[in-house]
Structures are given as C-alpha cells and as structure tokens.
C-alpha cells in the first residue's frame, strides 16, 4: 500500500509563493508524480506532472512560467513551487502517484488528501 501526504499549502496574497510538498511512503515505486487542484463547485483539473524515467515535465496552460514541479527520488517527495499566485489559483490541491502513459498522458493509481491553498485578492 501506498500513501502520499501532502503539506505546504495556506493563505498566501495575490502575487505571493508557496511551495507544496507531498512525500510517498510504503510499497512506493511509481514513475509519474502529478498535482491536481479543485477550487469550491468546479471538477478536479490537472496541474503538473513529472517522470521519474525520462524528467520530462507537464503543465496545464494556466499555470506556465508560474509554477515549477520537480521531485527527489531519494526522498520520494515530489514538489510544487507555485509563484505569482492568482485568486484563482484557490482551490484544495491533491498529489497523485502513477504511470507515464506516453507524451502528456499519465495514470494515476494512488492519491492524497490534499491541502487547501487560498490566495486573496
């Protein structure tokens, strides 16, 4: 079994970083590492995600050059560093743990609790 706890986030205003962690334990060994995000009364949206096999990383559009994801295996942690921070960059933010389907593609088999980030305005 696999869990993955998250941490990092808070209340940050507009403009403001924050950097979200989230650290693998148990039977762990998943290539790909991922972070979604879901604000009050919308679905659950992908944000990033990275590769252990090949480090190539991904990004949904509304978080390029703000955001950076990156990972030390030796501590199975993965990283959001999320910078210029937008109101609606709100949202709860869960890691997830999977496979690297092909380019872009991703499956993601095990996920966290997640952890509230709120930027205000």
């Known amino acids: 079994q696999v869990q993955l706890v998250e941490s990092g986030g808070g209340l940050v205003q507009a403009g403001g970083s924050l950097r979200l962690s989230c650290t693998a334990s148990?039977?762990?060994?998943?290539?790909?590492m991922g972070w979604f995000r879901q604000a009050p009364g919308k679905e659950r949206e992908f944000v990033a995600a990275i590769s252990r096999s090949d480090a190539i990383t991904d990004y949904t559009d509304s978080v390029k050059g703000r955001f950076t994801i990156s990972r030390d295996n030796a501590k199975n942690t993965v990283y959001l560093q999320m910078n210029s921070l937008k109101p609606e960059d709100t949202a709860v933010y869960y890691c997830?743990?999977?496979?690297?389907?092909?380019?872009?593609?991703?499956?993601?088999?095990?996920w966290g609790q997640g952890t509230q980030v709120t930027v205000s305005s």
């Open positions: 997830a743990a999977g496979r690297k389907l092909g380019p872009g593609k991703y499956a993601y088999d095990y």
């Open positions: 148990g039977r762990f060994g998943s290539d790909a």
